[in-house]
């Protein structure tokens, strides 16, 4: 950990401004497939801890417009796409992945070209170049999420048990590629939101000597708020959303993605193939998802993933209040598209 302290009228300030430096190693399309790395700052905040992860070079990312979904993908030549997603995406070290590239079913991972982890990969979980959420397919979500296992296990063995798994849909949802695909940061320490979910899901238990996890699904079952049932996963409109037509799937039983076994890695596809089909009923067209997954949780946490719709034009549904007031504007009931949704 690096600090920067600063001097005024002769004092040392007890402040501290403090960082750390991550380097991420790829073999680069860009350059034959040699070796090259990033390096990524991660800043925190003085006052309360939080983190800011920099990458420069992050500011190049090639950004495919909407607009570029109403032409064939070959004409702009999309790197996610099969013909191009050998020859035009990174690999990973040898000495990390000797294929170079982690490979489950119909899903490819690979290093991100422009991480914001050391261990940042990209998981493409479906060949097709389909942009309608409705149209995944279970099988397709059960293998990007196998393939992220395989990471997440090569993650672990080299001292990153924590990690973080998210999918960013068409740009108004922050994608720059279009063709779907998700993300997995890899790290020694848990990210921000995984912290602070676990803290609080551990001072629950501290104070009612209960699995919070175990309460919330007994409470929403059956009530206007639930929403499904799939093998392992519970699924709900969270009472306080995060975001437009948000869901949640909560795990019956495990706290980290690697406990699941086959049945509840299907679970939790079917569950995903259900709420996007749900959500595409409703008009989402874009979303964003992420998995809170913590290791040696099991006495007081449990999986569990997040989707919230996005716009697909006109006023973002993020503004100042959630972007610098730290809380959330909803417009819409979770009880009313819990309705909608539910399966």
Not at 20 to 48: H, K, M, N, Q, W
Request: a neutral charge; hydrophobic letters at 35%.
């Amino acid at each position: 950990m690096e600090r920067e302290t600063r001097k005024r009228k002769g004092k040392t300030l007890r402040l501290r401004l403090e960082k750390r430096r991550e380097l991420a190693r790829i073999l680069d399309p860009r350059t034959g497939f040699s070796e090259t790395t990033s390096e990524i700052e991660v800043r925190i905040d003085p006052l309360t801890g939080a983190c800011s992860r920099i990458n420069v070079s992050r500011g190049l990312r090639p950004k495919q417009p909407l607009s570029a979904a109403a032409t064939q993908p070959t004409q702009y030549k999309c790197p996610f796409c099969p013909e191009n997603i050998e020859g035009g995406t990174p690999n990973f070290p040898r000495d990390l992945v000797p294929a170079g590239k982690i490979r489950s079913g119909g899903a490819i991972m690979f290093p991100n070209l422009f991480p914001l982890a050391s261990m940042h990969g990209i998981c493409v979980f479906t060949p097709e170049h389909k942009l309608e959420i409705g149209s995944f397919l279970a099988r397709e979500i059960y293998d990007g999420i196998n393939c992220c296992r395989d990471f997440l296990k090569l993650g672990e063995s080299r001292g990153m048990p924590y990690h973080f798994i998210g999918w960013n849909h068409l740009p108004p949802a922050g994608a720059s590629i279009l063709h779907p695909h998700v993300q997995a940061l890899l790290s020694d320490r848990p990210l921000e939101s995984l912290k602070a979910s676990a803290n609080a899901s551990e001072s629950y238990l501290k104070k009612e000597c209960r699995i919070f996890w175990e309460d919330l699904t007994s409470l929403e079952r059956g009530g206007p708020r639930f929403v499904g049932d799939s093998q392992g996963f519970v699924w709900i409109a969270p009472w306080a959303p995060t975001g437009s037509y948000e869901i949640q799937g909560i795990s019956t039983g495990r706290s980290s993605l690697l406990q699941l076994d086959n049945e509840e890695v299907q679970g939790l596809a079917d569950g995903v193939e259900k709420v996007l089909k749900g959500l595409s009923s409703l008009g989402v067209a874009s979303l964003n998802m992420g998995i809170l997954s913590l290791p040696d949780g099991d006495d007081f946490y449990r999986l569990n993933l997040r989707i919230m719709g996005r716009p697909s034009g006109g006023i973002s549904d993020r503004a100042l209040l959630e972007l610098y007031g730290g809380e959330v504007g909803i417009t819409t009931l979770p009880e009313d598209y819990a309705k909608a949704i539910r399966f």
